[in-house]
Structures are given as C-alpha cells and as structure tokens.
C-alpha cells in the first residue's frame, strides 16, 4: 500500500497563496491517479482537485475552481495543489489520497490517505 505524506499548511492571510505536497512512497506513483480532499471543524470531507496519472486530466470542486491548481512530478513522486486567493472558508485539513478512479468529473477516492496537513485562512 502506497505512504503518502502532506506537507506545506500553515496560517495565512485571506488573499494570500499556499503550496501544498503530497510526497509518495512506491514505485507505481506514476499509474495512480491523486486526489486532494479537505475537512473543516463539524463538516464532512470533501473533494478538491484530482489529476490522472499522466497529469493530462484535471478536474476540481466548483468552489475552488480558478484559484487552485493540481499538478504532479512522477519523477519525485509528488503531487501539489497551489492555493491562491485563499479565503476563510478554506480553512480545514486538506488530505492527499492515492490511487482512486477519476471518473465523470469526480474523483472517486481510494483508502489510501495521508495524514493531513492544516490550512488556516484569517480574514
């Protein structure tokens, strides 16, 4: 089973931008398709972004679309979401999975998760 860890949450302003990582271990990386997810304090979890494995399919959730970008290094076995125009309402764990199936516009994930990482957006 592939080990993912998260890395790149912090505080931030609204207006502001983040990077986040999602480094992977094994050498199947590059035929799994990544998915960032997030969950807020008394929600559920929700998708963000995913990529297909050769990084030519993209899809995101409505409420960050234009101001997030999923991309992906399989020579480092990394996937990124660059976070721009952060608002409040972002602010949750944002959680990278592995290996599930982008399908219809959705991802639809595998249970292959990180630990997490905290993003918080001050306003």
């Known amino acids: 089973q592939v080990q993912l860890v998260e890395s790149g949450g912090g505080l931030v302003q609204a207006g502001g931008s983040l990077r986040l990582s999602c480094a992977a271990s094994?050498?199947?990386?590059?035929?799994?398709?990544m998915g960032w997810f997030r969950q807020a304090p008394g929600k559920e979890r929700e998708f963000v972004a995913a990529i297909s494995w050769s990084g030519a399919i993209t899809i995101y959730a409505d409420s960050v679309k234009g101001r997030f970008t999923i991309s992906r290094d399989n020579a480092k076995n990394t996937v990124y979401l660059q976070m721009s125009s952060l608002k409040p309402e972002d602010t949750a764990v944002y959680y990278c999975?592995?290996?599930?199936?982008?399908?219809?516009?959705?991802?639809?994930?595998?249970?292959?998760w990180g630990q997490g990482t905290q993003v918080t957006v001050s306003s």
């Open positions: 094994g050498r199947t990386f590059s035929s799994y398709a």
């Open positions: 999975n592995a290996g599930g199936a982008v399908r219809n516009d959705y991802y639809f994930p595998s249970p292959s």
